[in-house]
């Protein structure tokens, strides 16, 4: 058997750490962290027309201030007190109105 400070011993040692040392280094790229860009659901073109008149209620009929919207996804409007779901859609165009139909905010989600 041999001992420790035996050379077979020393020598298989130092083999064994270069190899642990060996597995450890990496060589691969770490993932990237940049987030995709946003989807732009037509919101922000949104923000001067608060406060007009809201007619329709999808993504092909909706007006506001009697002028077409543009979205690239889903169109809702939320009337108050209507139960909406919490799922999150970026695509999804939300048009929140008041009693009258009047714009109140437009967001995505």
Same mark, same amino acid.
């Given at each position: 058997?041999?001992? *420790?400070? !035996?050379? &077979?011993?020393?020598?298989?040692?130092? #083999?064994?750490?270069?190899? #642990?040392?060996?597995?450890?280094?990496?060589?691969?790229?770490? &993932?990237?962290? !940049?987030?995709?860009?946003? %989807?732009?659901?037509?919101?922000?073109?949104?923000?001067?027309?608060?406060? @007009? @008149?809201? %007619?329709?209620?999808?993504? @092909?009929?909706?007006?506001?201030?009697? @002028? *077409?919207?543009?979205?690239?996804?889903?169109?809702?409007?939320?009337? *108050?007190?209507? *139960?909406?779901?919490?799922?999150?859609?970026?695509?999804? #165009?939300? #048009?929140?109105?008041?009693?009258?139909?009047?714009?109140?905010?437009?967001?995505? !989600?």
């Amino acid at each position: 058997m041999p001992t *420790p400070t !035996s050379r &077979p011993f020393v020598g298989g040692l130092a #083999l064994a750490s270069s190899l #642990l040392l060996a597995a450890c280094s990496s060589t691969t790229t770490p &993932p990237s962290t !940049s987030m995709p860009p946003p %989807i732009d659901c037509g919101a922000q073109s949104l923000s001067g027309k608060i406060g @007009q @008149q809201v %007619i329709g209620s999808t993504a @092909q009929d909706v007006r506001i201030g009697g @002028q *077409p919207i543009n979205s690239a996804g889903t169109v809702r409007v939320i009337r *108050p007190g209507m *139960p909406v779901t919490q799922d999150y859609r970026p695509d999804r #165009l939300n #048009l929140e109105v008041d009693a009258s139909n009047t714009l109140l905010r437009a967001s995505c !989600s």
